[in-house]
T-cell receptor, first 116, second 112 residues
Framework: GAVVSQHPSRVICKSGTSVKIECRSL??????MFWYRQFPKQSLMLMATSNEGSKATYEQGVEKDKFLINHASLTLSTLTVTSAHPEDSSFYIC????????????FGSGTRLTVV | GNSVTQMEGPVTLSEEAFLTINCTYTATGYPSLFWYVQYPGEGLQLLLKATKADDKGSNKGFEATYRKETTSFHLEKGSVQVSDSAVYFC???????????FGKGTKLTVNP
């Protein structure tokens, strides 16, 4: 089945630095990918939708300049948290729409970001 | 807009108990409906889905039926196991590559 690989799984960074998270579709072409942030007590917040070769569409309230999303190829989307602060610490999850007859959404395994 | 409301947890059951997690939705037209499961520290895995009214999705002993008349997609399992302990999310999509809309998740703990 469709597999999405997300790296790194955990990252600790200093306040003020930037962190890049990668999301790769391993055995299919992902024209559309989604980035979520998961808060304590489970809830998932959609941050943005990225389409290959075009600018990402951000959800209301998500800072575009802080959370840079690049979907430069059909198998790779990246989320860069710029000038990270402790309040950016969270669990970030990517997802790709798999399309086809058995269409659905495949999720990466998530990235635990801790900003110190 | 589209929304999903699911039973708030946490839910704690003994092994072999019957499980129901309620999920209702608000959407225009005929969305596709999903249940995802998340184990600690991991991403989400598709548990089952249904794409049209009266469809029943099933996987690993879990079932859910797409009920258009009640706008519901309740998750059930006849006999839960300790390994079923996880967070369960109900979600909908309007199809194609449209974004998923999630419920808030229900944490299930199954005790031996």
């Amino acid at each position: 089945g469709a597999v999405v690989s997300q790296h790194p799984s955990r990252v600790i960074c200093k306040s003020g630095t930037s962190v890049k998270i990668e999301c790769r579709s391993l055995d299919f072409q992902a024209t559309t990918m989604f980035w979520y942030r998961q808060f304590p007590k489970q809830s998932l917040m959609l941050m943005a939708t990225s389409n290959e070769g075009s600018k990402a569409t951000y959800e209301q309230g998500v800072e575009k300049d802080k959370f840079l999303i690049n979907h430069a190829s059909l198998t790779l989307s990246t989320l860069t948290v710029t000038s990270a602060h402790p309040e950016d610490s969270s669990f970030y999850i990517c997802s790709a729409w798999t399309g086809g007859a058995d269409y659905g959404y495949t999720f990466g395994s998530g990235t635990r970001l801790t900003v110190v | 807009g589209n929304s999903v409301t699911q039973m708030e947890g946490p839910v704690t059951l003994s092994e072999e108990a019957f499980l129901t997690i309620n999920c209702t939705y608000t959407a225009t037209g005929y969305p596709s409906l999903f249940w995802y499961v998340q184990y600690p520290g991991e991403g989400l895995q598709l548990l089952l889905k249904a794409t049209k009214a009266d469809d029943k999705g099933s996987n690993k002993g879990f079932e859910a039926t797409y009920r258009k008349e009640t706008t519901s997609f309740h998750l059930e399992k006849g006999s839960v196991q300790v390994s079923d302990s996880a967070v369960y999310f109900c979600a909908l999509s309007q199809g194609g590559s449209e974004k998923l809309v999630f419920g808030k998740g229900t944490k299930l703990t199954v005790n031996p």
